[in-house]
């Protein structure tokens, strides 16, 4: 979302009400993110609330007031990814479009079953890289600082856990009598 300038200065320069406008923006987007990520009403609810107070006492440390929604939606992914680590959780996937981003182009109920359960067979560090790359749209770079990993580890979690879902995807075609 497209914020005035002005108002990110005033709340950068430590402006409450500026900041709270801000917010307002943005809560819908918020939300809905944030319940894309934990699942919950109650723990999107959690994950905003913590990411509002982290903003609002970081503000003074935004470079560049236009990357407001940006730098909240990066702070809110840290925070959903903190709440899912502490309750060692994965984190929700619409599988129908995870599906199209790993291009299979077969029946999609029996796909989502087979890539539902692939997935569920990784540790929760590949899962979450997969996701946060194939589905969020989000650069290793930024994968890295979410996940508080070097770049080097986020590159091997995505190809190890590419070659895995190969594997079960492969096997699961074989006994079912579909070819890949």
């Not at 497209?2 to 943005?26: P, Q, Y």
């Not at 580890?153 to 006994?175: G, N, V």
Request: net charge positive; with cysteine.
């Amino acid at each position: 979302m497209k914020h005035d300038i002005h108002t990110v200065k005033r709340a950068i320069n430590g402006d409450v009400t500026a900041f709270e406008e801000l917010l307002f923006l943005e809560e819908k987007m918020l939300y809905y993110k944030a319940l894309s990520y934990v699942g919950k009403k109650e723990d999107a609810l959690d994950a905003i609330q913590e990411t509002s107070c982290k903003a609002f006492l970081s503000i003074g440390e935004l470079k560049n007031p236009e990357y407001f929604s940006t730098w909240l939606f990066r702070i809110l992914i840290r925070e959903c990814y903190k709440l899912l680590k502490k309750r060692e959780q994965i984190i929700p996937y619409e599988e129908n479009e995870l599906l199209k981003r790993l291009d299979h182009k077969q029946d999609n109920e029996i796909e989502s079953f087979h890539l539902n359960e692939a997935l569920s067979k990784l540790n929760s560090s590949y899962q979450t890289s997969i996701i946060l790359f194939y589905y969020h749209d989000l650069p290793i770079q930024e994968i890295s600082e979410i996940m508080e990993k070097p770049v080097g580890t986020i590159k091997t979690y995505l190809r190890r856990a590419k070659k895995r879902l190969k594997i079960d995807l492969e096997r699961s075609y074989k006994l079912n009598g579909k070819v890949t």
